[in-house]
């Protein structure tokens, strides 16, 4: 296996996220500051320096349980929540769409090539939004990180690379036409504008509910009504953290309070560390 293809993992894992995220705010009319502020928080915890300087250090592929923590911990890192249901489904459509992307690249440099076209894509969503300077600084160490980790790598070694995404996908099979309305070819998801255009099947899917500062992103129904896709804004229970099969690491969760003014800045982000050191 690999020692290499954890960042590949979490880098394409965490830009399908962004994308899904920026989309539906955009959909819903979310009022831009707190659109703008839920993808820069984000990005910053997500990219934060210390935090890419310990996934890049050579190590096996994270389990999928610690994985899916760590989308957790980004998820919440702004004033947006979501349901525990919305956070399972979301994170489903995150794999697939990246183990649809590795199927795809049929040639060995194909994964490389698919990682630079999110984050080129990234960087063209951040560089309109205010206060994102600091975002395409961390933006660029990644980039930076990639060129250097992967660039040189020779056919065999790339040839690992893919057989180890490949194989940590392999029993991963989740019919994601449950969530989506195939309106639209996904054939060009690994275009430039595809991903804006497979993201658009989304729409009758998410709602989002603002509360003060802080809103709520639903974006399934447990149970979609026949014919269609029914939310239910009364039924969709608030995500808490804690409880249950997210628990995680005592002393973590009180970083990720929603109304935490110092969100997806300094906060957060030894306790993201404690989560890849726990996964390490």
């Known amino acids: 296996m690999s020692l290499l293809a954890m960042p590949l993992l979490y880098v394409n894992l965490g830009v399908e996220m962004v994308y899904i ?27 934060d320096k210390d935090c890419i300087d310990k996934l890049f250090v050579p190590c096996e592929l994270y389990s999928t349980s610690a994985v899916r923590k760590c989308m957790d911990a980004l998820a919440h890192s702004s004033i947006m929540r979501l349901s525990e ?36 894509q990234l960087r063209s969503l951040l560089a309109p939004l205010a206060d994102s300077s600091a975002s395409l600084a961390l933006l660029s160490n990644v980039e930076a990180r990639v060129q250097q980790t992967y660039g040189g790598l020779g056919p065999g070694a790339l ?12 029993d991963r099979r989740v019919k994601v036409s449950l969530f989506l309305q195939y309106a639209t070819d996904v054939a060009d998801k690994t275009d430039a504008k595809g991903a804006r255009q497979e993201l658009a099947l989304l729409s009758a899917l998410l709602s989002i509910k603002p509360q003060s500062n802080n809103f709520k992103l639903s974006l399934f129904d447990e149970e979609p009504a026949a014919g269609g896709v029914s939310l239910d804004k009364a039924t ?45």
């Not at 994170?91 to 990682?115: A, H, P, R």
């Open 21 to 47: 995220l920026d989309q539906r705010l955009r959909a819903q009319e979310i009022p831009p500051d707190k659109g703008e502020r839920v993808l820069n928080d984000v990005v910053r915890k997500m990219f």
């Open 85 to 120: 249901t919305s956070m399972d489904k979301l994170f489903d459509l995150m794999m697939m769409g990246v183990k649809y992307q590795i199927m795809c690249s049929t040639k060995l440099e194909g994964i490389l090539q698919i990682t630079l076209l999110h984050l080129s």
């Open 159 to 170: 040839h690992l690379l893919r057989q180890s995404l490949m194989r940590y996908f392999l």
């Open 236 to 280: 969709i229970p608030s995500f808490k953290f804690g409880e249950g099969k997210h628990q995680y690491k005592e002393g973590m969760l009180a970083s990720l309070k929603l109304d935490d003014a110092s969100k997806g800045k300094a906060s957060g982000k030894d306790e993201l560390l404690d989560l890849l050191d726990s996964a390490s």
